[in-house]
Structure formats: structure tokens, C-alpha cells
């Protein structure tokens, strides 16, 4: 494409991001300083390489999906955040007494407000997350709370009952013993460690502490089937006018609620990586801008979900702000 070619197609992409409707010639005439007839062309042009579609409804064009890709790949400049999008994400990241999960999530939810988009962030498979504390603290006679945090500072809960009373000795025997076992064991090799070297030993004691022990294996097989999801501004594609139509409403929220197409959006490159429609694996209709994060060794996946005619520029910026500081704390 030569240089009027490609500055039409930016123009035509980031007006069409703005407005949500057709480009057509006239209103193009000023910026690239040529006639209408000429415009039309040049059009006709981008349209017979497959980068502009004409709609039903008007004479005016709208970006492919490989227009969005030849945009993004060759076009488009990163559009710096602003003094307040900067303040509003610096007061989580500066804040020293949150732990990362925290810090991402609220992350999640300011990015979602500045963008109008649905925001996603994945964790850690629990291969990488190794335990290393576990507390059983009595609420009642026979009320307890099971407590577990990670060496990544994830802390989870649980509260179980059992049948009979359990005395504080009873309870401080069966914990000392599954934290000698299995401190410092990956999340998803600790129920195996129980299974063969804490239960043999359970076994050859008194009943409450069996029935102590199934209730944390079972709490221990929850926690590590958490997939670790988190969603902010989940109906905010469907405020989009690409999705005004109740059947393409009913299917987003569809998959947003199928946790199979959620993992979907798992990130394995490095990078700020763009998915544009039917690259995304998830929906034809929908782009989504993903970064993978690595924190001491955790990793997981911040990704942002919005219409194809998404404001690329700045939400790659804000991504990239946001991996950046998670990697930094």
C-alpha cells in the first residue's frame, strides 16, 4: 500500500472505533486533502485486498477483520496513558500492604472502568505454588476453620463441621502432622502426599482425627481445582452496539460463563499479544489483548475483552502498564 493507502485505512479503523458506524468518503475529504471520487477508489482498493467491508446499510465502509490486523500490526502507535489513568493504577501498585492477588484485582477493576471493557485475569496452575502453612482454628465444638496460605501469599479458607467434639489437643496433633509432611509441596502433588505418607499414619489414630483429615483433603482438592479466575466489567461488551442483538447477547454471556472458554484465554507468550476475532479462539465478534506475568515465579494471564472495534492503542498501553508494575513488586 502506498502512503495515502495506508493513512485512509488508520483513518477509516480509528474513526470506525469512535463512532461504531461506516466511514464513508465525504467525511474524509478534509484530512487527506483529495476528492471524494478519489477516496472512493482508494477505498475500493482496500476493499478488494480484504482490509474494508461495506455494510448493508450504508455506502460507507467498515474495517475486516484483517484490516484490524494490518492496523494493529502496521499502523498503530501505543497511545500513552494519561496523568489520572497513571494516579488511579499507582495507588495500587504503591501500596505496599497488599499481596499480589489483591493488587491484581484491584488492578482489574480500575482498567475495566477506564476502558468500558470486560477485564480477565488468570492465575497460576498450582504446579508452581507450593504450600506453606496450614492452620485448623476451632470456631465451636465441633465448628472449625481450615486455613492455607502459599508461597505466593494466597490465602484460602474453609469452614467444615464434624459430628463428634474435637479437643484442641486432637485438633493440634492432626495439623503438626500435615504440616510436617507437606509444607513446601506444590499445590497439585500435596493430596498424593496425604494419600500415602499422612494417612497411613492417621489411620493407626483415634477417628476424629480421620475425619479431620477427609474434611482438609477435601478442602485441599477444592482450592486445587481453583482455576483462579477473576472477571470485572463482565456485562460491559454487552453496552457495545455489536452486541445489541439479544442472540449474540445470550452467547457472550454464554461463554463467559462456561469456565472451559475462560481458560481459553490463557496466554503462554510473552509479550502484550493481540487476538482479533477469530484468532481469539473464543468468539468471531470479540478482541482480545492478553500479557503474560511472571512474579518470582508466579505466572499468570491479564487479559482484555472487548468488541473488534476495540481502542487498540491504549488498551495495549494500559496492559503493558499493568504487567510491568505486577512484575515490579
Same mark, same amino acid.
Given at each position: 500500500?502506498?502512503?495515502?493507502?495506508?493513512?485512509?485505512?488508520?483513518?477509516?479503523?480509528?474513526?470506525?472505533?469512535?463512532?461504531?458506524?461506516?466511514?464513508?468518503?465525504?467525511?474524509?475529504?478534509?484530512?487527506?486533502? @483529495?476528492?471524494?471520487?478519489?477516496?472512493?477508489?482508494?477505498?475500493?482498493?482496500?476493499?478488494?485486498?480484504?482490509?474494508?467491508?461495506?455494510?448493508?446499510?450504508?455506502?460507507?465502509?467498515?474495517?475486516?477483520?484483517?484490516?484490524?490486523?494490518?492496523?494493529?500490526?502496521?499502523?498503530?502507535?501505543?497511545?500513552?496513558?494519561?496523568?489520572?489513568?497513571?494516579?488511579?493504577?499507582?495507588?495500587?501498585?504503591?501500596?505496599?500492604?497488599?499481596?499480589?492477588?489483591?493488587?491484581?484485582?484491584?488492578?482489574?477493576?480500575?482498567?475495566?472502568?477506564?476502558?468500558?471493557?470486560?477485564?480477565?485475569?488468570?492465575?497460576?496452575?498450582?504446579? !508452581?505454588? @507450593?504450600?506453606?502453612?496450614?492452620?485448623?482454628?476451632?470456631?465451636?465444638?465441633?465448628?472449625?476453620?481450615?486455613?492455607?496460605?502459599?508461597?505466593?501469599?494466597?490465602?484460602?479458607?474453609?469452614?467444615?463441621?464434624?459430628?463428634?467434639?474435637?479437643?484442641l489437643i486432637e485438633i493440634k496433633q492432626?495439623?503438626?502432622?500435615?504440616?510436617?509432611?507437606?509444607?513446601?509441596?506444590?499445590?497439585?502433588?500435596?493430596?498424593?502426599?496425604?494419600?500415602?505418607?499422612?494417612?497411613?499414619?492417621?489411620?493407626?489414630?483415634?477417628?476424629?482425627?480421620?475425619?479431620?483429615?477427609?474434611?482438609? @483433603?477435601?478442602?485441599?482438592?477444592?482450592?486445587?481445582?481453583?482455576?483462579?479466575?477473576?472477571?470485572?466489567?463482565?456485562?460491559?461488551?454487552?453496552?457495545?452496539?455489536?452486541?445489541?442483538? !439479544?442472540?449474540?447477547?445470550?452467547?457472550?454471556?454464554?461463554?463467559?460463563?462456561?469456565?472451559?472458554?475462560?481458560?481459553?484465554?490463557?496466554?503462554?507468550?510473552?509479550?502484550?499479544?493481540?487476538?482479533?476475532?477469530?484468532?481469539?479462539?473464543?468468539?468471531?465478534?470479540?478482541?482480545?489483548?492478553?500479557?503474560?506475568y511472571n512474579k518470582d515465579g508466579e505466572?499468570?494471564?491479564?487479559?482484555?475483552?472487548?468488541?473488534?472495534?476495540?481502542?487498540?492503542?491504549?488498551?495495549?498501553?494500559?496492559?503493558?502498564?499493568?504487567?510491568?508494575?505486577?512484575?515490579?513488586?
Amino acid at each position: 500500500m502506498n502512503n495515502r493507502q495506508t493513512e485512509l485505512l488508520k483513518l477509516i479503523v480509528e474513526d470506525y472505533i469512535k463512532t461504531a458506524r461506516p466511514i464513508g468518503s465525504k467525511s474524509l475529504e478534509e484530512k487527506l486533502k @483529495c476528492s471524494s471520487a478519489t477516496i472512493r477508489n482508494e477505498m475500493s482498493y482496500l476493499e478488494d485486498l480484504g482490509y474494508l467491508e461495506k455494510t448493508h446499510t450504508s455506502s460507507g465502509r467498515i474495517p475486516s477483520e484483517a484490516g484490524y490486523r494490518y492496523y494493529v500490526d502496521n499502523i498503530m502507535v501505543p497511545k500513552e496513558l494519561t496523568g489520572d489513568d497513571v494516579l488511579k493504577l499507582q495507588q495500587i501498585f504503591k501500596n505496599n500492604s497488599l499481596i499480589l492477588s489483591d493488587a491484581i484485582e484491584k488492578s482489574l477493576e480500575i482498567v475495566s472502568e477506564l476502558t468500558s471493557y470486560t477485564i480477565i485475569s488468570l492465575g497460576n496452575s498450582s504446579k !508452581s505454588t @507450593c504450600l506453606s502453612k496450614v492452620e485448623v482454628i476451632p470456631v465451636t465444638d465441633n465448628t472449625l476453620v481450615a486455613i492455607i496460605v502459599t508461597d505466593t501469599g494466597h490465602v484460602q479458607n474453609r469452614t467444615f463441621s464434624i459430628d463428634e467434639d474435637i479437643s484442641l489437643i486432637e485438633i493440634k496433633q492432626t495439623v503438626d502432622l500435615i504440616n510436617k509432611h507437606i509444607i513446601g509441596t506444590p499445590l497439585d502433588l500435596v493430596l498424593q502426599k496425604l494419600e500415602f505418607e499422612v494417612k497411613p499414619i492417621i489411620n493407626d489414630n483415634v477417628n476424629y482425627q480421620k475425619k479431620l483429615f477427609d474434611a482438609f @483433603c477435601n478442602f485441599i482438592n477444592d482450592v486445587t481445582n481453583d482455576s483462579n479466575v477473576k472477571m470485572k466489567g463482565r456485562a460491559n461488551i454487552l453496552n457495545q452496539p455489536e452486541f445489541s442483538d !439479544s442472540n449474540k447477547i445470550k452467547k457472550i454471556i454464554s461463554k463467559f460463563e462456561d469456565e472451559n472458554y475462560i481458560k481459553h484465554i490463557k496466554e503462554n507468550e510473552n509479550g502484550i499479544n493481540i487476538y482479533i476475532g477469530s484468532e481469539t479462539e473464543f468468539d468471531d465478534d470479540v478482541t482480545i489483548i492478553k500479557a503474560k506475568y511472571n512474579k518470582d515465579g508466579e505466572e499468570g494471564t491479564i487479559a482484555i475483552v472487548g468488541p473488534k472495534r476495540m481502542e487498540y492503542n491504549r488498551a495495549t498501553k494500559l496492559l503493558e502498564y499493568i504487567k510491568e508494575n505486577i512484575e515490579k513488586m
